[in-house]
């Protein structure tokens, strides 16, 4: 015999598994969560470091309006192991940039608490790229390394916890 007015209900068992598939799944997305804003904020580290370049040519071309070769002459030539260059400090955005050994821009020196990118130069020291006075551009390998100072510490990060990135700039007489 059929029944028409018979409803039709979950049993206990589909209930139950549904229930447990809810929270596996709810489950795997918060433990996701860290690990992706992680990488997050990675990305959006790597991509201002990526607008350093311009930042750099600005403040070398800044750091050398007394003389193009006195410019080159405060530039280390790069050693087989790539020791201390000439340093510069970034804030976290990426929208300013000065030297840590010479003279501080017009605007003041980047505060310690906002050094985020530490960004070094060297010279090259082969042809085609090695400088020489008589040469219409100074080429300079550079590395950006961060965090360089961790918020709210006064000391350097550890090298070997920061990410690096490596580039040419070219600056022209």
Same mark, same amino acid.
């Given at each position: 015999?059929?029944?028409?007015?018979?409803?039709?209900?979950?049993?206990? #068992?589909?209930?139950?598994? =549904? @229930?447990?598939?809810?929270?596996?799944?709810?489950?795997?997305?918060? @433990?996701?969560?860290?690990? +992706?804003? &992680?990488?997050?904020?990675?990305?959006?580290? $790597?991509?201002?470091? *990526?607008? +350093?370049?311009?930042?750099?040519?600005?403040?070398?071309?800044?750091?050398?309006?007394?003389?193009?070769?006195?410019?080159? @002459?405060?530039? !280390?030539?790069? /050693?087989?192991?790539?020791?201390?260059?000439?340093?510069? @400090? =970034?804030?976290?955005?990426?929208?300013?940039?000065?030297? +840590?050994?010479?003279?501080?821009?017009? /605007?003041? !020196?980047?505060?310690?608490?906002?050094?985020?990118?530490?960004?070094? *130069?060297?010279?090259?020291?082969?042809?085609?790229?090695?400088?020489?006075?008589?040469?219409?551009?100074? #080429?300079?390998?550079? &590395?950006? /390394?961060?965090?360089?100072?961790? !918020?709210?510490? $006064?000391?350097?990060? !550890?090298?070997? $916890?920061?990410?690096?990135?490596?580039?040419?700039?070219?600056?022209?007489?």
């Amino acid at each position: 015999m059929n029944h028409p007015n018979r409803n039709r209900a979950f049993s206990l #068992a589909e209930v139950i598994i =549904a @229930a447990g598939l809810f929270a596996v799944s709810v489950t795997v997305v918060l @433990a996701l969560l860290p690990a +992706l804003a &992680r990488q997050g904020g990675e990305a959006t580290d $790597s991509q201002s470091a *990526c607008g +350093l370049p311009d930042a750099l040519r600005a403040e070398l071309t800044r750091i050398g309006a007394t003389g193009f070769d006195a410019l080159a @002459a405060q530039v !280390p030539v790069l /050693s087989g192991a790539t020791g201390d260059g000439m340093k510069f @400090a =970034a804030n976290r955005g990426a929208t300013r940039l000065h030297s +840590l050994d010479y003279q501080p821009p017009a /605007s003041g !020196p980047l505060p310690v608490g906002e050094q985020y990118f530490l960004v070094e *130069c060297w010279r090259f020291p082969d042809e085609p790229l090695q400088f020489a006075a008589g040469k219409g551009f100074l #080429a300079v390998m550079v &590395r950006v /390394s961060w965090p360089y100072r961790l !918020p709210g510490t $006064s000391a350097p990060a !550890p090298v070997a $916890s920061r990410h690096e990135m490596l580039f040419t700039v070219a600056l022209n007489r």
